[in-house]
């Protein structure tokens, strides 16, 4: 199955990556390959069958609601590339 | 010193005959002579290593209670959170990043006082089979330098392979301890889902990574394992289960035994002295009087291209979290918000990643989803029936780890769809969440290890350790280890 350019990049934008024109040819080609290999599961019949997400047959793991100590706020923004006082900083979200 | 098991290391240790400095000591030096030719370590922690060393030589001199891995040292896949040291996943995105907390698998190893080394290097986020993928260095078969340790926890396999250390711990996803551990002749368990906690195991496919340990023999693979293992309430997938004292029983042989041979694992692209070697080992269980029965998984055919869409389209949603705010790279220059996002990503995640979070996303798009993510989890269903059925007529299910021994580096990084089928005998067991092991069963004419993989139902690692011992003391292929000039 070939894809686009076009659906590449709508892909790119979706993901929030930004590729190079040499990385979007040679994205294109590769998951264009891939797709026809993944694409022998169209011959599973499938009818009936309910998809599994997760092996282990468990539900909602509950547990009491009581207070503990989280990540104190220093720790929790050593990381960050920029901070402000006790916030992380972005640029304007709205222009 | 550091040729031997950590079983053996742990019998000197409490002896006295040696301190947990000096064999601590005794591996930095063999990381020192030996890593520069194997590239297994991104980091090593040389004064924090020695001084927990010397901690545990204080607390048995004055005869405080010591945890089961007391001295012992361990390295650990660069892709566990360790606190105030480096944890990068082979990613330049994660350069600078220092956790704050450490993964429930390395607070277990401090508990038990062992010693941790260092950090291993992987394929970027544990997304690869040949360790290739690293941003930073590619580490090489201790067997033989031209060649590639396996993936992804490639790093971990060698630091015990090249006796850099006794003990190691990885991530499998989708073999990614267990075809490492083939590849270098060592041995390497994946547990069930849910057996270890993912706390601080940085996420690659949710629903399939596990945590597993590797060894020089089964009984070392035993005791990591049965350290790391047990409840943790901060992994809700994490079972409530009692962990069995799987070193307790391990030398007890299982009988009767019914292994299920499935013809499956024997496919096309099989190399002939692997396939050799695997029916070498259906011999030796047979003499020790094991009954092997035709088992049928007929879905594994299409367990890689289920993989590569469950594993991807949870790896895009996991890695959206690297977004050039909390944590990680974020770039020099952008005009806006959501610019900063896409070109931090863009210059922080290498080849590998992008073509995952690619294939990942589009699975998951809209007018895709059906297709692709959908109809992969219902023949991930199939897969696990499959397994459900075979395991109701044998103890465990018997093949090849891997379809060859070690490639040669460069080989394959030019064709992501070849590389993906080395993975063809292992990731169907991630897919079910079952148990596996791979254990060595001999050398190729040219010298390279071959693995023996052993599945078992979830929950059966006391069983399958047994299994696994049972081979490993009739034929000791366990004991050889590579050569260093």
């Keep these: 199955m070939s894809l686009s350019q076009d659906q590449?990049?709508?892909?790119?934008?979706?993901?929030?990556?930004?590729?190079?024109?040499?990385?979007?040819?040679?994205?294109?080609?590769?998951?264009?390959?891939?797709?026809?290999?993944?694409?022998?599961?169209?011959?599973?019949?499938?009818?009936?069958?309910?998809?599994?997400?997760?092996?282990?047959?468990?539900?909602?793991?509950?547990?009491?609601?009581?207070?503990?100590?989280?990540?104190?706020?220093?720790?929790?923004?050593?990381?960050?590339?920029?901070?402000?006082?006790?916030?992380?900083?972005?640029?304007?979200?709205?222009? | 010193m550091v040729e031997r098991t950590a079983s053996e290391l742990a019998g000197l240790l409490a002896r006295g005959a040696v301190t947990a400095e000096a064999l601590t000591a005794s591996c930095l030096q063999a990381i020192r002579q030996r890593d520069a030719a194997v590239r297994a370590f991104v980091h090593v922690d040389e004064n924090g290593a020695l001084e927990q060393a010397r901690a545990v030589d204080a607390k048995r001199k004055r005869g405080a209670a010591l945890g089961p891995l007391a001295g012992l040292p361990v390295a650990v896949k660069?892709?566990?959170?360790?606190?105030?040291?480096?944890?990068?996943?082979?990613?330049?995105?994660?350069?600078?990043?220092?956790?704050?907390?450490?993964?429930?698998?390395?607070?277990?190893?401090?508990?038990?006082?062992?010693?941790?080394?260092?950090?291993?290097?992987?394929?970027?986020?544990?997304?690869?089979?040949?360790?290739?993928?690293?941003?930073y260095q590619?580490?090489?078969?201790?067997?033989?330098?031209?060649?590639?340790?396996?993936?992804?926890?490639?790093?971990?396999?060698?630091?015990?392979?090249?006796?850099?250390?006794?003990?190691?711990?990885?991530?499998?996803?989708?073999?990614?301890?267990?075809?490492?551990?083939?590849?270098?002749?060592?041995?390497?368990?994946?547990?069930?889902?849910?057996?270890?906690?993912?706390?601080?195991?940085?996420?690659y496919g949710s629903s399939l990574d596990q945590v597993g340990p590797f060894g020089h023999d089964v009984r070392d693979v035993a005791?990591?394992?049965?350290?790391?293992?047990?409840?943790?309430?901060?992994?809700?997938?994490?079972?409530?289960?009692?962990?069995?004292?799987?070193?307790?029983?391990l030398e007890e042989p299982v009988k009767p035994l019914t292994l299920g041979v499935a013809r499956e694992f024997f496919a096309a692209g099989l190399d002939g002295e692997v396939d050799m070697a695997v029916r070498a080992a259906l011999k030796v269980y047979e003499s020790l009087g094991a009954k092997l029965v035709d088992v049928s998984l007929p879905h594994t055919p299409y367990a890689i291209a289920t993989y590569y869409l469950v594993a991807t389209a949870e790896a895009s949603s996991n890695l959206a979290r690297y977004d050039g705010v909390h944590f990680g790279h974020r770039a020099a220059t952008f005009s806006n918000l959501i610019d900063m996002t896409c070109r931090s990503r863009g210059e922080g995640f290498g080849a590998e990643v992008k073509r995952r979070i690619m294939l990942g996303t589009y699975a998951l798009s809209s007018g895709y989803i059906d297709a692709y993510y959908l109809?992969?989890?219902?023949?991930?269903?199939?897969?696990k029936n499959d397994f459900d059925e075979a395991f109701s007529k044998c103890d465990a299910i018997i093949g090849p780890t891997a379809p060859t021994p070690a490639f040669k580096i460069g080989e394959k990084v030019e064709d992501p769809l070849a590389m993906y089928l080395s993975d063809i005998y292992t990731i169907s067991a991630n897919l079910a969440g079952i148990a596996a092991i791979s254990i060595p069963c001999g050398f190729s004419k040219s010298g390279l290890p071959i693995g023996l993989q052993i599945l078992a139902a979830p929950f059966a690692e006391e069983k399958l350790l047994r299994?696994?011992?049972?081979?490993?003391?009739?034929?000791?292929?366990?004991s050889h280890r590579p050569k260093f000039s």
Excluded at chain 2, 151 to 159: C, E
């Design chain 2, 138 to 203: 590619v580490t090489r078969n201790p067997w033989d330098l031209e060649r590639i340790p396996g993936g992804s926890s490639g790093g971990s396999a060698v630091a015990v392979a090249a006796c850099e250390a006794p003990l190691a711990l990885g991530t499998d996803t989708g073999g990614s301890v267990r075809l490492p551990a083939s590849l270098c002749g060592i041995v390497g368990l994946k547990p069930t889902y849910g057996r270890v906690s993912r706390y601080g195991l940085i996420a």
């Design chain 2, 375 to 383: 109809k992969a989890l219902k023949v991930r269903r199939l897969i």
């Design chain 2, 467 to 478: 299994i696994a011992r049972m081979h490993e003391k009739e034929t000791g292929w366990h």
């Design chain 1, 8 to 95: 590449v990049r709508w892909v790119a934008h979706l993901a929030r990556l930004e590729l190079t024109d040499a990385e979007f040819d040679i994205m294109t080609r590769q998951l264009g390959a891939i797709l026809d290999y993944v694409n022998q599961l169209q011959q599973v019949n499938t009818d009936g069958i309910a998809p599994l997400a997760h092996p282990l047959d468990i539900q909602n793991v509950f547990r009491a609601d009581e207070p503990a100590p989280s990540l104190p706020v220093d720790a929790a923004l050593a990381n960050a590339p920029e901070r402000r006082d006790n916030f992380y900083s972005v640029p304007a979200v709205l222009e």
């Design chain 2, 78 to 135: 660069d892709v566990l959170c360790t606190a105030g040291q480096p944890t990068t996943c082979a990613s330049k995105i994660l350069q600078n990043f220092v956790p704050p907390y450490d993964a429930h698998v390395v607070t277990k190893l401090k508990q038990a006082d062992a010693v941790i080394l260092g950090k291993t290097n992987l394929d970027e986020f544990a997304m690869g089979s040949s360790t290739e993928n690293s941003a």
């Design chain 2, 223 to 249: 005791l990591l394992l049965e350290t790391i293992a047990g409840h943790d309430p901060r992994d809700s997938t994490c079972a409530d289960r009692p962990v069995p004292a799987y070193t307790q029983t």
